[in-house]
């Protein structure tokens, strides 16, 4: 065999195996196999009917079932299908683990057979137990007093589908282009492992404090699936939410002050800078707001949006004075914000808790409180001041059908579309919003979901300050990253010597940071003061949340990465939990609400130690640099290659050795 056709051989093989996933891939994923391999016996398959103190009927696998409810169901539904698929993934995770221990090219596809069966013994389930209960409540018997109503796949079905999710990402990984496109999700690794580890120690917390919902103290067997049960069960609960428009849509409402909150600390993060002071841009958003909106004479939807702009420009104005601070005295941005807190707090009590003040022996009147009320509020905003509430504007009554467009996401599935089409396009991002901003009144008539709307979905809160927060998210990622103001500012936040070496204004770009991250929390006080969130009160109000808000905007930014679409995620994620919580209070003795501040505080606290990932993964070099060291190294070796020919062939040798016919290759490189 000739050099070059041993050469060919030895790169085609090399080739061949570049599709192969890494080891650490192929590892995560064996342990993922084998946990839900054995979770399938251990853990709870699915729930056939739930009471409302959270006992349960459990089916087991391979057909078992164990009640706790002290009431079993009368009826059954049929478990043979889920079986059957839950037999077939048993099968398909043995494949996955051969395909990691051998690092097979296929391990993608077994991940994504054993996903498939995981959602089909879900979904058959589900239809299973939605056929007894039709048939009941056509027979008469009350929704309410049906188990079954409240079954679902339990921890066993899940952690196939997890198995075959994570399996599927470990083998796709093993292909140049789809390693790349996973290698830019990196950042999301903390957050993600800190939620992970923050639902364990939970779990802990829950089985510490709270005793199995059982109709007779559970021992053996029936104490260890009630215990995983109860687990289960809370964090279902927790998320129950993303299942129900109408708590959906509360969740939306208590996110909506938090993606602005969030906004507020992340762009301040990407500057350099640490923004406590979003409480107390919050209040003087909400007093400027609530000025424009009382006392300013303006007719029609142009005094909406000037209340809106002037929260804005109460916000930036206080946070523009740390920012000045900093810029010319550099004094540290976070002692004066959080002093500035205590400012604005204690002006929006003086305005509010009195209709007098003394001052030198003289009394003045103010005027933003109503005459004979006894609480701390301000005087209402007038009506054309104020925010639509969404489900309004959707024509959504309790009791009555209603239409919910699905244009908003149609736009957004288009303007991901397009944008990703247009790869090499350099107006991708305005060509992209223009078709996203053309599909809003094309499909918002007839796209869409008819529900039968209850009060809770009526009722809601929700209001269009929500959309500004949306606009507001845009706004954060196309100045950062389409402008040169924000090149400036993230040059800034990586570096004030080099940026400054570089031509950039440090002062002018701290200054800025600061006041755009202000305007962002100011907005918060339109989703309160506009939008009548703080129950239909369009008025400030001493129980006005901007505290709290400020504050876990923090946790919001730390666990969005400082990404505005991390930063919408996490706080829908908070306002899912902060909403299930009310349930989970409700249902279990020992478990209140309070397990979501727990949760919280451990994500930020993970979160702060780096999810305890190692840099090596967290921050590995860019993937782009990967194909350029793999061809460099393949022409050192072929330069290195021709040089030992050609001295070879100067000496009267015969040919030099290769990789394929060398003695001392053991065939490891391969």
Request: charged letters at 10%; zero cysteines.
């Amino acid at each position: 065999m000739t050099p070059a056709r041993a050469g060919f051989r030895t790169m085609t093989l090399v080739t061949l195996l570049e599709h192969r996933p890494s080891r650490q891939a192929a590892n995560i994923s064996l342990v993922f196999a084998v946990l839900a391999a054995v979770g399938l016996f251990l853990f709870p398959y699915a729930t056939v009917g739930r009471g409302f103190g959270g006992a349960s009927t459990l089916l087991l696998f391979p057909g078992r079932t164990l009640d706790l409810t002290g009431f079993p169901p009368q009826v059954l539904p049929a478990f043979g299908p889920t079986l059957a698929f839950g037999w077939a993934a048993l099968a398909a995770l043995a494949a996955t683990a051969v395909a990691a221990v051998t690092r097979a090219r296929w391990l993608w596809l077994a991940g994504l057979v054993t996903l498939a069966l995981g959602v089909l013994a879900a979904v058959t389930f589900e239809t299973a137990t939605a056929a007894v209960v039709r048939d009941l409540v056509a027979g008469g018997t009350p929704l309410r007093r049906i188990p079954q109503a409240n079954g679902a796949a339990n921890l066993g079905i899940f952690t196939v589908m997890l198995a075959g999710l994570v399996t599927t990402l470990a083998g796709i990984s093993g292909f140049p282009a789809w390693y790349a496109r996973l290698n830019r999700l990196r950042a999301a690794l903390v957050p993600l492992v800190a939620i992970a580890l923050a639902v364990v120690i939970g779990a802990v917390v829950v089985l510490v404090i709270q005793p199995v919902p059982s109709s007779t103290p559970a021992v053996g067997a029936a104490a260890w699936y009630g215990k995983i049960d109860l687990v289960w069960f809370v964090y279902t609960t927790l998320f129950a939410p993303l299942a129900d428009l109408g708590d959906f849509f509360q969740a939306l409402t208590l996110a909506t002050p938090l993606i602005f909150a969030g906004l507020a600390v992340a762009f301040a993060f990407r500057a350099g800078l640490f923004n406590i002071g979003a409480p107390g841009q919050i209040a003087a958003g909400a007093i400027l707001a609530m000025l424009v909106g009382v006392y300013l004479p303006v007719p029609g939807v142009l005094h909406a949006v000037l209340t809106v702009i002037a929260a804005a420009l109460g916000g930036a104005l206080w946070g523009a004075i740390p920012g000045f601070l900093k810029a010319r005295f550099g004094s540290s941005e976070v002692i004066n914000t959080i002093m500035l807190n205590y400012i604005a707090s204690a002006i929006f009590i003086f305005l509010i808790s009195s209709n007098t003040f003394p001052v030198f022996g003289r009394t003045f009147n103010l005027p933003f409180k109503p005459q004979g009320v006894n609480e701390a509020v301000s005087q209402e905003l007038r009506p054309d001041a104020r925010l639509a509430q969404i489900p309004q504007l959707l024509g959504l009554q309790a009791g009555q059908p209603g239409f919910v467009p699905l244009a908003p996401l149609a736009a957004l599935v288009v303007f991901a579309a397009v944008y990703a089409f247009l790869a090499r396009n350099r107006r991708r991002l305005l060509i992209a919003l223009g078709a996203a901003v053309l599909t809003l009144p094309l499909t918002w008539t007839w796209l869409g979901v008819r529900v039968n709307t209850s009060f809770n979905l009526a009722g809601s809160t929700l209001n269009l300050a929500f959309l500004i927060a949306l606009a507001a998210v845009v706004f954060f990622a196309v100045f950062l990253w389409r402008t040169s103001g924000g090149y400036a500012l993230r040059a800034v936040g990586l570096s004030p010597k080099a940026a400054e070496y570089g031509g950039i204004n440090v002062a002018r770009s701290t200054v800025l940071a600061m006041t755009i991250a202000g305007a962002f929390a100011g907005l918060a006080s339109t989703h309160y003061l506009m939008g009548g969130a703080l129950a239909g009160q369009y008025r400030l109000t001493q129980n006005l949340p901007y505290q709290n808000v400020g504050f876990d905007g923090i946790t919001v930014a730390l666990m969005g990465q400082s990404t505005p679409a991390g930063v919408v995620a996490a706080a829908v994620l908070f306002g899912t939990i902060d909403t299930g919580g009310l349930y989970v209070d409700q249902q279990l003795d020992a478990i209140n609400k309070d397990i979501v501040t727990v949760l919280k505080a451990l994500i930020v606290l993970f979160i702060a130690a780096g999810g305890f990932l190692p840099k090596r993964i967290t921050n590995p070099p860019p993937a782009v640099l990967l194909p350029n060291l793999a061809r460099s190294s393949a022409e050192n070796r072929e330069t290195l290659g021709n040089k030992a020919e050609n001295t070879s062939a100067q000496a009267g040798e015969g040919p030099p050795a290769t990789e394929a016919n060398d003695p001392r290759n053991d065939g490891r490189d391969a």
